[in-house]
């Protein structure tokens, strides 16, 4: 474990919001953090996502709220549409504001670059790591370096947990489905869509879509697949499963991009987050499966709980850091298993009880099964903030 006496290194690998966020945190601790990110570039956009909860009040100790504020969507409501896009069910944003204290809906993207903007250190795009013993980190250009700590913040495919823990198989629980999310820009179909998420939805597939801002467009696609491996041709195999929805499916599938985000639905379970110098934060080590949502608040949360714990004693900081954050995503998800059949019904007779509910979400009894159905309970895992603050 490292030593609070020097200033120590960190490698950071994986720049999303848990390894930005981490970064952040561990700068302001004093810590030399060096970042790198295989992706060529910063990863914009993505699908939307309610951001509220643990995460929410750690954006608030990083003075972050303001700059998250002014990137919000301004989604009216929650909209569920049939195939001629007749609305069947919908949740007001008043409604859903009710359900989840302090939300801010944005773009996963938009969460990440906020962040991003407040890290002090530069992001090493293009490179990842192919070794890691202990501390000794070998890199994809050739280089080796030595590190008082490695995170490991590089997601549910991980290469930090594939070389230090083993493989994914041990770790990764599919959840039976397969994503896509993709951003462009329509100024008609934006005008038309407004700014409301609505979603088609049939047993088993989703396709949801929500104007942006300036004319673009944000969509999201869902469905249903035995086979855990993504194809070969993503593209190919969206429109396979989509083309025959009615409603704006084919000007969404018309426009689908060759790099689209596509992915798995999984969940990430393991019994330690950590060996030696190294330790895993958010999706890495507790992926909570975009049923879930929360995934961004718990990344942000779990940034904040590491360092904190470093800083405190890093004598014993990873199990302090694990105690605390484990059963929160544990809870978290445990719910999202549950909430498939919320999105994602696999009946019309279940889309229909949950339109039901949607049209009814003005009564408060309503907004209260809503809201066990949409919120895990986390609280606790946060320490009182001090009076000061703790961004320094």
Not at 273 to 286: T, Y
Not at 347 to 358: C, E, F, K
Request: glycine share 10%.
């Amino acid at each position: 474990m490292p030593k609070a006496n020097d200033q120590q290194r960190a490698l950071i690998v994986g720049a999303g919001i848990a390894g930005l966020a981490t970064a952040w945190w561990l700068e302001r601790a004093g810590w030399d953090v060096l970042i790198v990110e295989r992706a060529p570039s910063f990863r914009a956009g993505g699908y939307m996502i309610d951001f509220f909860g643990p995460g929410h009040e750690v954006a608030r100790r990083m003075g972050l709220l303001p700059a998250l504020e002014r990137r919000r969507a301004p989604i009216s409501s929650v909209t569920s549409v049939d195939e001629r896009g007749r609305r069947r069910g919908e949740i007001s944003t008043e409604a859903y504001e009710a359900v989840a204290d302090g939300v801010i809906s944005l773009l996963r993207g938009d969460l990440a670059d906020v962040i991003r903007a407040d890290v002090r250190t530069s992001v090493r795009y293009g490179l990842s790591v192919c070794s890691i013993d202990d501390g000794r980190v070998t890199f994809s250009d050739g280089s080796a370096a030595v590190f008082d700590l490695v995170v490991g913040a590089d997601g549910v495919h991980s290469t930090v947990r594939e070389l230090v823990f083993g493989p994914s198989a041990e770790f990764v629980r599919y959840l039976g489905h397969h994503t896509a999310a993709f951003s462009f820009r329509d100024p008609e179909l934006s005008a038309r869509i407004g700014y409301r998420y609505q979603m088609l939805t049939a047993p088993h597939r989703m396709i949801g879509c929500y104007a942006v801002r300036d004319g673009s467009m944000a969509a999201l696609m869902l469905y249903r697949s035995s086979s855990q491996a993504v194809p070969a041709d993503p593209v190919a195999a969206l429109r396979d499963r989509f083309g025959d929805l009615g409603w704006v499916a084919s000007e969404l599938l018309s426009v689908v991009p060759q790099d689209v985000y596509y992915d798995e639905v999984s969940q990430v379970d393991m019994p330690s987050w950590h060996r030696g110098k190294v330790v895993l934060v958010g999706d890495a080590c507790g992926a909570v499966s975009l049923f879930a949502g929360h995934g961004a608040s718990l990344a942000l949360t779990g940034a904040h709980v590491l360092v904190e714990e470093l800083t405190a004693d890093p004598d014993g900081a990873f199990e302090r850091y694990q105690a605390r954050m484990k059963p929160a995503v544990e809870h978290t998800q445990e719910f999202g298993r549950r909430f498939i059949g919320w999105m994602a019904p696999g009946s019309r007779w279940r889309i229909s009880v949950r339109d039901l509910a949607l049209r009814l979400s003005g009564l408060p009894v309503v907004r209260n099964l809503i809201r066990g159905s949409v919120m895990p309970d986390v609280d606790g895992v946060l320490t009182p903030a001090t009076p000061a603050g703790t961004a320094a």
